[in-house]
């Protein structure tokens, strides 16, 4: 049944992936990229990270992904016109990317063998009550500091676009 | 295993069932309360007293002209309503009608599946449609469905702020995030309840959460982005027939959805207001005989004809339901049902009360209320209730 | 291996979408696209993260997930800011216009 679950929001996360860089519309970059977020939640539940599932709905596909599409149909971004462009990036960048992604899964499969298995319910400390504990006793200067930047983040996201508004 | 299956299946149907109907007959209340409160009788030709009219709507909305206009975004144009009904009926999926039940020897609780997280959940369901609205606004391809689209998702998240903060303000108080246990912990009486609870009466966190939930489901007073003569129709202007009969679905049950959690969060749930001992299991007796013979009098003396037969069949029927509440095989379920129920439909008489009642505001004023007034005072009750919590304990 | 998923595939998957991202970040002409891309390699990261964290089953792996969430929506809310303001100087989001700092 775990493996069925893995299987089947793997795909989902990479097709959804893939659309997200393959699409020319920022919109459907947009709606591929919740759903890719959306499968990443799913995974976390089978890993037994209730809070964090939760926070990514909650926070990035529910929150930073609207403030994309906002953006998107504010702009009224259209979709990506082909020009000439030089094929150097290319010609150099998808064998590169290939050698990359080739190193990560040979050392991946190397260093983690295959009696280390994931299954659900397997970890149970990722309850809001120990990532709570742990970031207000362990963690509370992050905690603090992430705040400040936040706080940052919004003075300087109005000031930025409301100069563009007026 | 096996059981465990079955019988969340049945629990299932159960619940879309009565979900799916009782959204139905809540557009019929709504109806009949607007008109009551505008000195008008309502639908009452459908039928007895306009009972069936939802079933006339639900058949003039499958039987229209299901367009699909060529100028739309079709992907996201099908997509969208989806979106809208799917979360909305997700979000009904953790929520606890009663306590434990025993069926046929198996015990379940009155809830489809009980979270640990269940809050969350909820809050997490409810930002993901916000989707439904804005992808319909885009991909309709009209400036009108586009404006309505984009104010009513910035309303959307921007009331999530004091909504998020008016929930974890009696968490704190409770201490779980699971709804079940959260029901659990507001048991006794009503001063246990967490509107009333000590350390710290959570009465502006309930009122900060209903006023948020107005926003967050698109009610009047914060109906700008949907209001008819303002745009058109706002985000569902391109629709017609099911796809618009899932917005509207979509809306009634958001709307259920945030009566149910303020029952939950702040009214105890299924609890009553005070213990079985003191004779808390024969309001509902008390009540629906007061219904019955209210209803029987009107018969004796009806203001149109028809009503003789029709307020004298529904006199009946209420003290029928009164006598069904006198038995004690269905007490341990029946009540802690009636309760909640109670509870969730005095809520939901607010909303359309208020429906009734108030004008709406203006976009403007709506997005100050939020940033300006209600997201301080929000962050202010956390505050207080997180001091007088650490300080009592 | 049938019977439950190995951590490998977990951490491999995480390759998978960053490898994506950072293939997006590289080839795509619009702005938007490759700051989805960014947050795409961020959330393979998060995946590593959270697979770390079931290995060693210690709950700082989540802790490290929920502080990347909080600083990619900040700087989310900021780019997205100067994207708005890019846009209405040189009305375009092709990264291969905006190629000099003169107007």
Same mark, same amino acid.
């Given at each position: ?72 149909? %504010?702009?009224?971004? *259209? ?16 064998? %590169?990317?290939?050698?990359? %992604? ?19 319910? *397997? ?27 936040? %706080? ?15 | ?38 000195? &008008? @009788?309502?639908?009452? &030709?459908?039928?007895? =007293? ?56 198996? =015990?379940? #609780? ?51 702020? @004091? ?41 502006? /966190? ?7 939930? #107005?926003?967050?489901?698109? &009610?009047?007073? #914060?109906?700008?982005?949907? /209001?008819?003569?303002?745009?058109? /129709?706002?985000? =569902? ?60 009098? =009107? ?8 009503? &003789? ?63 300006? #007034? ?20 | ?16 979408? !960053? ?5 997006? !970040? ?8 490759? !700051? ?68």
């Amino acid at each position: 049944m775990d493996v069925i679950l893995f299987l089947i929001f793997a795909i989902i996360a990479v097709v959804a992936a893939i659309n997200v860089v393959v699409q020319t519309h920022p919109i459907s970059s947009a709606v591929s990229l919740i759903g890719v977020m959306g499968s990443l939640a799913v995974l976390y539940l089978l890993l037994g990270a209730e809070f964090i599932a939760a926070a990514q709905v909650i926070v990035y596909a529910g929150a930073v992904m609207v403030l994309f599409i906002f953006v998107i149909m %504010l702009l009224n971004a *259209g979709a990506e016109a082909k020009r000439g462009r030089s094929y150097m990036v290319q010609v150099l960048g998808v064998p %590169l990317l290939i050698a990359l %992604l080739g190193l990560l899964a040979f050392f991946v499969e190397r260093l983690f063998p295959r009696n280390i298995t994931v299954t659900f319910g *397997g970890f149970t400390g990722g309850t809001a009550r120990a990532v709570g504990q742990a970031l207000f006793t362990t963690y509370l200067l992050p905690f603090e500091v992430v705040s400040l930047l936040i %706080l940052i983040a919004i003075v300087g996201a109005i000031v930025l676009a409301r100069k563009e508004m007026d | 295993m096996d059981a465990f299956i079955v019988i969340t299946l049945i629990k299932l149907a159960v619940i879309a069932f009565v979900l799916l109907t009782a959204v139905a007959y809540l557009q019929w209340v709504e109806r009949k309360v607007i008109a009551h409160i505008q000195v &008008r @009788p309502g639908p009452y &030709r459908v039928g007895p =007293h306009g009972l069936l009219q939802p079933l006339a709507d639900v058949i003039k909305l499958i039987t229209k002209e299901d367009m699909l206009p060529s100028y739309v975004n079709k992907p996201l144009y099908l997509f969208a309503p989806f979106v809208a009904v799917a979360m909305a009926l997700l979000s009904i999926a953790v929520i606890p009608f009663g306590p434990q039940i025993e069926v046929v020897g198996y =015990h379940t #609780f009155m809830q489809l599946t009980d979270l640990n997280i269940g809050v969350l959940f909820v809050l997490a369901v409810a930002s993901m449609g916000v989707y439904g609205v804005a992808l319909a606004g885009w991909a309709s391809n009209n400036k009108y469905a586009l404006l309505g689209g984009l104010r009513s998702s910035a309303q959307m998240i921007s009331y999530e702020l @004091p909504l998020t903060l008016a929930i974890a303000s009696p968490l704190l108080l409770s201490n779980t995030l699971s709804l079940r246990e959260l029901v659990g912990s507001q048991a006794g009486s009503i001063l246990h309840w967490n509107i009333l609870r000590l350390p710290f009466p959570q009465i502006f /966190a309930f009122i900060i959460f209903v006023i948020a939930a #107005f926003a967050e489901t698109n &009610r009047i007073p #914060f109906d700008l982005p949907e /209001a008819e003569n303002e745009l058109v /129709a706002g985000f =569902h202007t391109e629709y017609s027939s099911m796809k618009f009969a899932a917005f509207f679905m979509a809306e009634y049950l958001n709307m259920v959805t945030v009566s149910c959690m303020a029952t939950l969060l702040f009214l105890g749930g299924w609890e009553a207001p005070w213990p079985a001992s003191g004779g808390s299991n024969l309001v509902p007796t008390v009540i629906f005989v007061i219904a019955g013979l209210t209803a029987l009098y =009107h018969a004796a003396n009806p203001p149109r004809l028809k009503d &003789r037969y029709t307020f004298g069949g529904f006199g009946l029927i209420f003290l029928i339901i009164a006598a069904v509440f006198l038995a004690p095989i269905v007490q341990s379920w029946l009540l802690p049902l009636f309760w909640f129920l109670a509870k969730v439909g005095v809520i939901l008489f607010a909303f359309i009360w208020i429906r009734g009642t108030l004008p709406r505001f203006r976009y403007d004023q709506l997005m100050a209320f939020t940033w300006k #007034f209600l997201f301080p005072v929000a962050m202010l009750n956390m505050l207080v209730t997180s001091l007088m919590v650490a300080w009592f304990s | 291996m049938m019977t439950a998923v190995p951590i490998s595939w977990y951490l491999t998957l995480s390759a998978i979408l !960053f490898v994506l991202g950072v293939a997006g !970040f590289l080839f795509r002409h619009s702005i938007i696209t490759v !700051f989805m891309s960014i947050e795409l390699m961020l959330n393979a990261v998060n995946l590593s993260f959270v697979t770390f964290s079931y290995q060693y089953k210690q709950v700082n792996g989540h802790l490290f997930t929920f502080f990347v969430m909080v600083v990619a929506a900040a700087e989310a809310a900021v780019g997205l800011a100067i994207i708005l303001t890019v846009f209405k100087n040189r009305s375009t989001l092709n990264i291969d216009e905006l190629d000099s700092m003169k107007n």
